[in-house]
Each structure stands twice: as structure tokens, then as C-alpha cells.
């Protein structure tokens, strides 16, 4: 049972590049999410979506997009990657919106250079 | 002020002790809680839901006070591999969950 799979498990980047973090769930999870996480801040919700066809915005949307054309997949773009952008990502589901268990990726670490 | 606030520790513990954590929040229309854990460089996992009068599961006890607006997390005769990070989360309806930066526990033998 995989869960959720999320690539690449780490990159580094040139600031400027366009980047996408791909998160796959195979649980037919209606809501999905993405957080990134940083040293004595906790996670923060940068995106997030309720169901297929439907995003919104989350703490700290800024400088991200994300799209969800079916249940299964949630990218994470990185228009134009800057070095305040290098985080642990980390994609979630649960069963709908409101439902309290998140399961997580094992995240992906990413470095803007 | 943070929305959710814990001790970030870290707490280094001897093996067998007892261990307590606790974490305040700021926004009294909070609707859940829960603790995660988060081993070193892995994904945060669910450890327990918080109940209004109290859960217990195995070594862990959780708390809820809403008059003072803090859970609480107690782990009775910790053991080598309780040594983790644990996130306080609260939800306060909707998508709005907000995570407690962690508090880091170290178990030693």
C-alpha cells in the first residue's frame, strides 16, 4: 500500500528555475494538501484542495500553484523558485476536508540556490 | 503570538520515565486536536485524536483543557523509540489546521 508518493525526494535548484513537485495518493482521498516545513515554524499550508477540480489558498500561498485535474494527483509549482522557497514539502490527503487525520507524504527537500 | 505554541525542548528522559508536553493555543473557537509525531527526516504520522474528557492509548495520556487553552500529552515508562518530535495540531473548522512547531524528545537508555 503505498499511500502517498511524492517526487523528488530532494532537488537542489538554481533560483529562478521553474520546478513541480509531484504528489500521487492512491487512498481516493477527496481533500489534499501541501505544507511545507521549516526549522521552529511548524508546518504551513501553502495550497490546498477539497475535491478534484476545485484549490484554494492556504497560509502562505505566494510564489506557488497547484492544480488538481483528478482525485489522484496534486502537483506543486515553483514558478520562479527563490532561496526563501528551500523547505521540506510535504503533500497530504484525508478522507474530505473536514476529516482530522492528515497522512503525509515522506516529503520532498528541496534547495534553491 | 503564535496561533499554537509548545515547548520546543528538546526533553532528554531516561528510559522507563514519565514524561509530560504541553501546548496552548490562542483561538478559543478551536474545534479538534490532536498530537502527531514526527521521527527525524520522516513525515509527521497521527499519534491520537485529543478528547474533550480525556484518551488514553497504552503509555499515552491526552488532555484537553478549554478554559485555559492547552492539551496536554503525558507518556508513561518511555522506551528507546518514543524519542521523536511531537506536533501539537488544532483544527478550527473548515481547512484551517494549524501545527505547533514540535516538541523534540530525546529517550536514553
Known amino acids: 500500500i503505498a499511500g502517498i508518493t511524492q517526487a523528488p525526494t530532494s532537488q537542489i535548484l538554481a533560483a529562478g528555475r521553474r520546478m513541480t513537485l509531484r504528489c500521487t495518493q492512491d487512498?481516493?482521498?477527496?481533500?489534499m494538501y501541501w505544507y511545507r516545513q521549516d526549522l521552529g515554524l511548524g508546518l504551513r499550508l501553502i495550497h490546498y484542495s477539497n475535491t478534484a477540480g476545485t484549490t484554494g489558498k492556504g497560509e502562505v500561498p505566494d510564489g506557488y500553484s497547484v492544480s488538481r485535474a483528478n482525485t489522484d494527483d496534486f502537483p506543486l509549482t515553483l514558478a520562479s523558485a527563490v532561496p526563501s522557497q528551500t523547505s521540506v514539502y510535504f503533500c497530504a490527503s484525508s478522507r474530505t476536508g473536514g476529516s482530522g487525520e492528515l497522512f503525509f507524504g515522506e516529503g520532498s527537500r528541496l534547495t534553491v540556490l | 503570538r503564535k496561533e499554537v505554541e509548545q515547548d520546543p525542548g528538546p526533553f532528554n528522559v531516561p528510559e522507563g520515565a514519565t514524561v509530560a508536553f504541553n501546548c496552548t493555543y490562542s483561538n478559543s473557537a478551536s474545534q479538534s486536536f490532536f498530537w502527531y509525531r514526527q521521527d527525524c527526516r520522516k513525515e509527521p504520522k497521527l499519534l491520537m485524536s485529543?478528547?474533550?474528557s480525556g484518551n488514553e492509548d497504552g503509555r499515552f495520556t491526552a488532555q484537553l483543557n478549554r478554559a485555559s487553552q492547552y492539551i496536554s500529552l503525558l507518556i508513561r515508562d518511555s522506551k528507546l523509540s518514543d524519542s521523536a518530535t511531537y506536533l501539537c495540531?488544532?483544527?478550527?473548522?473548515?481547512?484551517?489546521?494549524?501545527f505547533g512547531a514540535g516538541t523534540r524528545l530525546f529517550v536514553k537508555a
Open positions: 485529543v478528547y474533550s
Open positions: 487512498m481516493r482521498h477527496n481533500a
Open positions: 495540531v488544532v483544527k478550527t473548522g473548515g481547512f484551517k489546521t494549524i
